[in-house]
């Protein structure tokens, strides 16, 4: 059990360390973006966004399509 333990800790150390490095690199990043880079970047990073946008996308490949009347 400990080394499965030990396993886990490390990884959660790596996990933490490589997303702080992301944030970083983010943060100096933003002043290089324009503001539909920044746009796109709020919605890639939005869950839910995604998700609806999946759905969206799946069904469209799959030719289900709805009025535009029935959805306004």
Known sequence: MT???K???KTNIKAFEEAREAVIKLET???FL???DLETLEILLDKETINF???SL???EKEKFEPIE???
């Open 3 to 5: 080394v499965v333990n």
């Open 7 to 9: 396993t886990i800790i």
């Open 29 to 31: 990043l933003t002043q």
């Open 34 to 36: 324009s503001p539909a």
């Open 53 to 55: 946008l999946s759905k």
């Open 58 to 60: 799946a069904e469209a």
């Open 70 to 72: 029935k959805i306004l």
